[in-house]
């Protein structure tokens, strides 16, 4: 039931990376899309360690209609602990569907990550995956005819503080 009810809800809070118009005539080239964003990060975990970590994160995705697109990202994020002579990796697949609101749209996600675990000395024991549910807006500014850069806050509806840092995931990223 819990499966259901998140299937729905998910389908349920759609939005739209805001992109070209397509209207029931727009063949299939026409209405597929591919961007991505890359990130930097670094600051103290939760246990007081200071970090650097970098992320790659290729999208592509499909307009249904002029309001409505669902796709995929795979992400791929390398962290550093430099301090500690520590390096571990994480990745996963990321499906999304949005809904477009003019510049503004409504998005929904669900991040499939492998992730290392850790023990207390940073060390990977093995590697389990963890869903994060992310729920969010955003807003695209144009910079072309079909070109966009996005910006976007979301939360994640799923959060478990033992795996994550912070509930909030905030994103700026590219699509074409």
Known sequence: MKT???????????SLLAQIEVDDRAGWRDRVFTGGGGGLGGGTDRFGNKYFSFSLSPVVGYMINAKVSAGSSVSYQHVNYSELGIKY???GIMPFLRYNLEQFFLTTEINYLNIPQLDAGYDTVDRIFRTRWLAGAGYAV???????????GMYDLAYRREYFVSPWVFRVFFSL
Do not use: C, E, T
Request: aromatic share 16%; glycine share 4%.
């Open 4 to 14: 259901i009810l998140s299937v729905f809800i998910f389908l349920s809070s759609l």
């Open 142 to 152: 144009p910079l072309g005819s079909r070109s966009k850069l996005n910006l976007v």
């Open 89 to 91: 990796y994480q990745y």
